[in-house]
């Protein structure tokens, strides 16, 4: 390796600034090789490094929160929690925005591969998936693009891979029209002994590179698409030519999973890691950083599917359904007859070694030779924080002074518009093309609150899961509005009747370079960390995705926040459906308290086009007593349904619950009907109470210092407002599920 | 008595199977699509998924499959055989059953709870339903509508081979919204919608698929 000071090197190219470049020449005390610049330029990236956001980060960490529940935390791929009877549950959400929006089919395809990937690498069976996806306007000729080939993307692999899409988010906002947001969530179980590491440890240990081949596909993705503003100008020369989003093949990362777990079980794995983001190069120095400390690659020996790829392609490419593997050399044999057993190529193409040096060689030339912490740590920046200029004007903008219906008639028809609104219509469009069926274990997938999906057959214990988030609150403020977000997932999880234990969270924002964004963001960890602590509920991992933007415009600040609860018995769980009884009709109680609350809310947004004010405000100590009241009257066989109250408040909740489940109800509204129907005050949830339960719900609604209120009974084929309104069911059902195939066919 | 459930490379729904067998008081046997082997089984169900990825068409890989060797001759000898879903698929390209499944009409997968009547409740699989018997499976596939050239259509109609239809709505463009066949013997059935999923109300739209593994029981039992 000769040190050639003259000739320029393209670091500006592959997103690294003059002073990163600088660094990495400071830390190996020469010029970097080819190799060796592609190699920190995408463990550099801002996907992969976290480097604007690190300094915030930290008020997540797990320890933040004391939890008995959890086994591990952010560090590893995922963090893992404790669910009971020797159960361990490991869920996490991340981004795939920028390649579905180039490509949304692949994009969002490979967005359920890459998360599946880190569950399984924690050593867990990947046992569900859930996608919250954002889009621009629902009618606008772009949407139409992106829309059905995300779904169908998300649709192809996760149906392929055999997991049960139990839930998301679906919603629509101009911010998000240049800016698709596609979060995909993984949740996956394993018994508590069963947690592996990403660690390379053991000098002589030999690691193992299996599942697909590597080619050209997604070369720079993390440092070109996911670390630069849209528009921008970085290009990758003739790597630039090619796709950068990646093609993923679901059924080579369906065998991948049951080969891991053979491995594990087998007891024949020292330390895994899946490769995602930065591909070779991200495994290869992550696995180093965190174990013995050296290590030596032969990356000629890394299975092609394109033979003239040279090393810095091979080390950024990610092409998808690759694990890399640390094993015994004892054990290797055994570890390639599980990867035969099962189609999977593997090959083994170096060894963990003791000289704090990551070594790679191509053909017998060194090519890479550096501390893998320098490059696995990466920079970390403190980037100027300043409130946005117009959030003052935009607070001010009240949604008080917009026009208010007046009479029945008139709150009738907003409820019929809000309900046929894009963001609150039926989903069946989208959620019919997934599988939310298969494993036999969904007890309830949307349009429940949360999913919920059952882990003994023989207890019944469960988990369930929600993610929420409300870019419009958030705009109006990010510090509520994170905290709102917290606040309706941890409800939604209630809602079914379990109990909340972890959240994880997606950060979808700007760009960090303006400091506007990076208030928003600033903001927002702050909520959601001091939301944590008030519920009790410890971060267990999480992604931040950046440069959600075009041009000097970016999406609403949009924290999206899944929690995950556990749930006793799942034979004991909630319904949102309001349904017939043989034992009489049922109460409804409405749970919680309403106040006049509109800024940023559902109302404003889709009929009048409004967002300003502030958005409700959150009351987590009431969150927490409402959780508990409803984990306690679910276990105690209390209720017959139970639905969170949120976007579009009481109105669209007691719609939903009529139509889910075929049965009308009779309502009479305390107070003003047009706030008691459409704030979203939060921290409220109505109820159907079982026939003769009322007095022991009553007592326990009581008990747990919950206010409530008996608002009507449930029974007969129309929603009734008394004084109000009267709409048969049948008319709510076509206003309901009309929109989405009259835009998407 | 035991029933075996083949494990193709990207079958997903074995597992379900397996338990729907266990319910209705079976014993569930893991057969791997490698071995020529069908364990001495009784019967055997071919579940639904992806097999080989649905790659070059849904089924024609797995019809090569070394067990299918096993599977086929004894298929042809009276050993009751139920495809779900890709296991019909599969079926179908390994000629025990006639007719095709192809792309959904719309094009789209489709997931949907659905009303299916029961035209034929005399095979090895349908015999604890009643004809004419309405039950609620869900439905999940990409290419799911049944195809056959409208001879065979006649001469399955005619001969009762049509076991299960699409009640209320045709879902995916099915020729004479047929959702399952059996063959001339009536031991080989293949359906598209999956009764392992409705084989208990907790996690399925119903109980009503149980029937389809409660009948094999009885019929090989007795």
Not at chain 1, 582 to 593: M, P
Not at chain 1, 606 to 633: F, I, K, Y
Not at chain 1, 682 to 705: C, K, Q, S, T, Y
Not at chain 2, 64 to 89: K, T
Request: aromatic share 6%; proline share 6%; charged share 15%.
């Amino acid at each position: 390796m000769t040190a050639d000071t003259v000739l320029p090197q393209p670091f500006a190219a592959l997103g690294l600034t003059g002073s990163e470049y600088d660094k990495i020449v400071a830390t190996l005390g020469r010029r970097p090789t080819g190799a060796e610049l592609a190699l920190y330029s995408v463990m550099w990236s801002e996907h992969c490094s976290y480097k604007s956001s690190k300094v915030y980060l930290r008020q997540l960490a797990p320890t933040a929160v004391q939890s008995a529940a959890l086994l591990a935390g952010i560090g590893h791929n995922a963090g893992v929690v404790d669910i009971g009877q020797g159960y361990a549950v490991t869920f996490k959400i991340e981004s795939h925005n920028h390649p579905s929006y180039v490509e949304p089919h692949q994009g969002a395809a490979t967005g359920v591969g890459g998360i599946v990937r880190d569950i399984l690498a924690m050593g867990a069976r990947p046992v569900a998936v859930m996608d919250a996806l954002r889009f621009g306007p629902a009618a606008a000729a772009d949407t139409a693009r992106v829309l059905p080939g995300v779904v169908s993307g998300i649709s192809f692999y996760g149906n392929c891979l055999g997991l049960p899409n139990i839930g998301g988010e679906l919603d629509f906002d101009a911010c998000y029209a240049g800016n698709p947001l596609v979060n995909a969530l993984c949740v996956g179980v394993m018994r508590h002994g069963d947690l592996q590491v990403a660690a390379a440890s053991g000098p002589g240990n030999q690691v193992i590179l299996f599942g697909s081949t590597t080619g050209p596909d997604g070369v720079g993705g993390a440092s070109v698409l996911a670390s630069a503003a849209f528009g921008g100008s970085a290009a990758l020369g003739e790597a630039a030519k090619r796709p950068s989003v990646q093609v993923g093949d679901p059924f080579m990362e369906r065998l991948l999973v049951e080969c891991c777990l053979e491995l594990f079980a087998g007891g024949l794995v020292v330390g895994i890691q899946d490769l995602g983001a930065a591909g070779v190069a991200c495994a290869t120095t992550e696995l180093a950083a965190a174990g013995t400390g050296g290590m030596r690659v032969r990356l000629d020996a890394v299975p092609l599917r394109d033979p003239s790829l040279g090393p810095p392609e091979i080390l950024m490419s990610e092409s998808q359904e690759r694990m890399m593997a640390v094993v015994e050399p004892a054990r290797v044999d055994e570890f390639l007859a599980v990867c035969a057993k099962w189609d999977v190529r593997a090959a083994v193409i170096g060894e963990v070694t003791d000289t704090g040096r990551l070594v790679m060689t191509w053909h017998g030339e060194v090519v890479v030779d550096i501390p893998p912490g320098s490059a696995a740590d990466g920079p970390v920046y403190q980037r100027p924080v300043s409130r946005p200029a117009g959030q003052d004007a935009l607070v001010a903008d009240s949604a008080s002074a917009l026009p208010r219906p007046v009479d029945g008639p008139a709150l009738r028809a907003d409820l019929l518009a809000l309900i046929g609104s894009p963001g609150l219509a039926d989903k069946s469009w989208v959620t019919d093309q997934y599988d939310r069926y298969v494993r036999g274990d969904t007890v309830l997938a949307m349009p429940e609150d949360g999913g919920l999906v059952r882990v003994d057959e023989a207890t019944g214990l469960g988990i369930a899961l929600a993610t929420d988030g409300n870019g419009r609150y958030a705009k109006l403020d990010p510090y509520l509005g994170t905290q709102l977000a917290l606040s309706e997932a941890y409800r939604n999880v209630a809602a079914t009747g379990a109990r909340p234990l972890a959240v994880t969270n997606c950060l979808n924002f700007g760009s960090p370079e303006d400091p506007a964004v990076m208030w928003q963001f600033a903001e927002a960890v702050r909520g959601l960390a001091d939301g944590c602590a008030a519920l009790g509920v410890p971060v267990t991992g999480g992604n931040v995705s950046f440069y959600n933007q075009t041009g000097t415009v970016a999406v609403h600040p949009t924290p999206v926040i899944g929690v995950l609860g556990v749930h006793d018995d799942v034979r004991r769980r909630l319904s949102i459906g309001f349904a017939a009884s043989s034992a009489g009709d049922t109460e409804l109680v409405l749970l919680g308290r309403t106040e006049a609350e509109f800024g940023g809310s559902a109302w404003a947004h889709a009929l009048h086009g409004h967002l300003g004010g502030r958005p409700p405000a959150p009351d987590l100590a009431a969150e927490r007593r409402l959780a508990g009241l409803l984990a306690a009257a679910a276990a105690a066989g209390l209720l017959a349904a139970a639905h969170d109250l949120s976007d579009g408040g009481l109105a669209v909740a007691l719609a939903e619950s009529c139509l889910r489940g075929g049965t009308g109800c009779r309502v009479r509204l305390p107070g003003d009907p047009f706030t008691a129907l459409f704030s979203e005050s939060a921290a409220r949830a109505v109820v159907a109470v079982r026939p003769g339960a009322f007095a022991d719900f009553d007592a326990l609604r009581a008990e747990h210092g919950v206010p409530g209120e008996t608002i009507g009974r449930t029974g007969g084929g129309d929603l009734v407002v008394e004084d109000c309104f009267a709409i048969p069911l049948a008319e709510l059902a076509a206003a309901h599920t009309a929109a989405l195939p009259a835009l998407f066919g | 008595m035991r029933i075996g459930v083949i494990t193709f490379p990207g079958s997903l729904d074995d597992r379900d199977a397996a338990r729907a067998v266990r319910l209705a008081g079976a014993e569930p046997v893991t057969l791997w699509h490698a071995d020529r082997d069908l364990r001495r089984v009784d019967a055997v169900i071919l579940p639904g998924g992806f097999s080989y990825g649905d790659y070059l068409r849904c089924g024609a890989i797995a019809r090569f499959a070394p067990v299918m060797s096993e599977l086929v001759p004894a298929a042809r000898s009276g050993l009751p055989v139920l495809g779900i879903c890709n296991g019909f698929q599969i079926l179908c390209e390994a000629h025990l059953l006639p007719g095709a499944l192809t792309r959904n009409a719309g094009l789209r997968f489709i997931t949907r709870d659905l009303s299916l009547r029961v035209e034929n409740a005399t095979t090895a699989w349908t015999r604890a339903y009643s004809a004419g018997e309405q039950i609620v499976v869900p439905l999940k596939s990409g290419e799911g509508a049944y195809a056959a050239d409208p001879g065979t259509l006649a001469r399955l109609e005619e001969a009762g081979q049509i076991v299960i239809r699409y009640a209320d709505s045709n879902p995916n463009g099915s020729a004479g919204a047929i959702a399952g066949v059996c063959n001339a013997e009536g031991n080989v059935v293949g359906l598209m919608p999956h009764p392992e999923h409705a084989v208990d109300a907790l996690t399925g739209p119903s109980a009503d698929g149980l029937r389809f593994f409660t009948s094999i029981v009885t019929r090989v039992l007795a």
